[in-house]
């Protein structure tokens, strides 16, 4: 134990003793709208609008938060939550041995009070303020400054939303994103190791990766074309790219999958497979979990319009039938190619569809969301088939199979189909005010940047994390215990008496 | 007195059980069982694992019966039991030396 305390210290002298970042703060005009924290509403964005256009910006009114506005992204946080605990818990769960069931519910639901506390801490600073384009800074450490009359922008100009509603919203995408992580190497995996893991990879992919693709100074500061360029380099390294994420496909998802993918391969296979059964022992279960995040996912992805306006519906309607599709998809390649439509192939088939729209769910038309989730869901079957055999990992419950792939799929494809020619909404131009010229190719290009950079990132950072949990702790349990499982010999309890 | 054990489809339980208790059979044990036979195992496919179960479940059934009544047990066992397809079980037969009913000390074919 006192070699988990050593390591966290030196997790958080990285974490807490890196002013680095909030030197390399740009000294730019534009506050950030995002990141308003003020104990007078709101006036982090006038100041922003006096910097940017200095002759109309004292006429402008404070924005008041919209009740309509503040009360959806509060339910859409509860529903984020409601994924993580217990829906996602539930799909892994299920997906486990009887003597593993409760060691993956555990996993989860600590990984999630953990990343909470944490990012009240540090988390939310260092993600959502202006800082380089990589990180933000620690001015927000212990959520400083922020009072309930703090705003954030939205995706529309003049319109703000409670900063602290933000903050539990982005909150729920973190704990999740670290919770989707262990099924690639549940039932063998050291409680103790995963949680230390858990603790540098957050601080050090998941921070960066957020800030890189969502901190933006806000609609507000496109005033014209020179305000629009100070506020661009502003923003995170991704975004300034043109990489389109709606709610988080790379973020969260890839992110996720090379972690995992990465620990799969770092703790090594499950003792005994090939010559086990280590068939699902419960797939009501996973059923149950997977229903559980695809309502859920309404939450993560509607929520992430940030207004409850039409393009809220328009993600809640691609979550919606995009799921569907690729739920059928999936079952229906399994029946031609195995025999039999089998519940955990609908069941995957959801969730892959799921992850799939996550990127494109505000940008693309109804019909794009169908071709999407009917595409992933034939994709990821070959990811958890074919894939997974070159891959050669024992990615336990297919993280990578479906949230790698589907992730990267769904980015991909939300380049083509945020085409207004292919039904899509374009990409919106600040400065004009209008939806802007496309061009399919660069937006493609756009993508891979961002599928690029988080493969590159996450990999690297999840190496490190894992090599050194590894000398300092190990990664896997003791093969006994893993015998006898988990939820014994780590928890001391079992999940069934029967 | 003999002792019968008899090994059944488990959706046949109860169509035993009645048989049974037409011919007066005044009790049964009933035990959750898995086991192979003749009757082949099933093939399980879960995304890309594929895992071939042996074992199938199957339900014990068994009962201490006086010796006369024997050739009638296994009648009743035989129709009831069968479906006519591979997996339908086997019935044993064993002597038995003793029966003790615990509540009373009876025993022999009292305690039956």
């Not at chain 1, 995706?155 to 995408?173: H, W």
């Not at chain 1, 540098?200 to 020179?226: E, K, R």
């Not at chain 1, 506020?231 to 709606?246: E, I, S, V, W, Y």
Request: proline share 3%.
């Amino acid at each position: 134990m006192k070699r988990v305390f050593a390591l966290l210290a030196l997790v958080g002298a990285v974490a807490f003793g890196a002013p680095a970042w909030a030197e390399e703060k740009v000294a730019a005009p534009a506050a950030s709208a995002v990141v308003a924290g003020s104990t007078a509403p709101a006036t982090a964005v006038v100041a922003l609008v006096e910097a940017g256009a200095p002759g109309e910006a004292a006429a402008a009114p404070a924005p008041v938060p919209n009740k309509g506005d503040t009360a959806w992204i509060m339910v859409c946080a509860a529903l984020v939550i409601l994924m993580s605990i217990p829906g996602l818990a539930l799909f892994y769960g299920g997906l486990v041995r009887t003597k593993n069931m409760l060691s993956v519910l555990m996993q989860v639901f600590t990984i999630f009070s953990l990343i909470t506390v944490l990012w009240v801490v540090y988390g939310y600073s260092a993600a959502f303020t202006e800082g380089s384009a990589f990180f933000g800074t620690l001015d927000k450490l212990f959520l400083k400054g922020i009072t309930p009359e703090s705003v954030g922008a939205t995706f529309s100009k003049g319109v703000v939303i409670p900063e602290l509603a933000f903050v539990i919203f982005q909150g729920a995408f973190a704990a999740i994103t670290c919770g989707l992580i262990v099924g690639a190497f549940a039932e063998r995996a050291k409680f103790s190791a995963i949680l230390v893991f858990m603790v540098i990879w957050f601080t050090l992919s998941y921070i960066p990766m957020a800030h890189m693709v969502w901190y933006w100074a806000g609609p507000d500061a496109y005033t014209d074309a020179a305000a629009a360029e100070a506020a661009g380099a502003t923003a995170g390294f991704l975004f300034q790219k043109g990489a389109l994420d709606f709610a988080g496909g790379t973020v969260v998802h890839i992110n996720a999958a090379i972690a995992g993918l990465v620990g799969a391969y770092m703790v090594g296979k499950r003792t005994g497979l090939g010559n086990v059964a280590m068939a699902p022992h419960s797939l009501t279960f996973t059923m149950i979990g997977a229903s559980l995040l695809w309502f859920g996912w309404f939450g993560f992805n509607a929520g992430s319009a940030l207004e409850a306006s039409g393009g809220a519906a328009l993600a809640m309607v691609n979550t919606w039938v995009a799921t569907a599709a690729a739920a059928l998809s999936w079952l229906f390649a399994e029946w031609m190619i195995k025999g039999k439509p089998s519940m955990l192939g609908a069941a995957s088939g959801a969730v892959a569809g799921l992850v799939a729209i996550t990127p494109a769910a505000g940008f693309v038309g109804v019909m794009g969301g169908i071709v999407i989730g009917l595409l992933a869901g034939v994709v990821c079957l070959w990811g958890v088939n074919g894939l997974k055999k070159l891959l050669g990992a024992d990615d336990s419950l297919d993280v990578f199979g479906i949230h790698g792939v589907g992730g990267i799929l769904g980015a991909i494809l939300t380049g083509v189909f945020v085409d207004p020619a292919l039904g899509g909404t374009g990409v919106y131009d600040y400065v004009a005010n209008s939806v802007g010229e496309f061009n399919m190719g660069a937006q493609v290009i756009s993508q891979l940047w961002g599928v690029g950079t988080v493969v590159v990132w996450s990999g690297v950072v999840s190496i490190v994390a894992f090599k050194l949990v590894d000398i300092v702790i190990g990664l896997r349990v003791p093969e006994e215990e893993e015998r006898e499982g988990l939820d014994l010999t780590s928890h001391g309890e079992t999940a069934y008496h029967h | 007195m003999k002792f019968v054990t008899a090994i059944i489809k488990p959706f046949k339980l109860d169509e035993v059980r009645e048989a049974l208790s037409a011919i007066g059979v005044q009790g049964v044990t009933v035990t959750e069982v898995k086991g192979f036979g003749r009757q082949k195992g099933h093939t399980e496919l879960y995304r890309g694992a594929e895992y071939v179960v042996d074992f199938l479940p199957k339900v014990k059934v068994e009962a201490a019966v006086k010796a006369d009544q024997i050739d009638q047990v296994i009648e009743a066992i035989e129709k009831s039991a069968s479906t006519g397809k591979i997996g339908d079980g086997k019935i044993f037969v064993f002597d038995l030396e003793q029966v003790i009913r615990i509540r009373t000390g009876e025993t022999g074919t009292d305690a039956l």
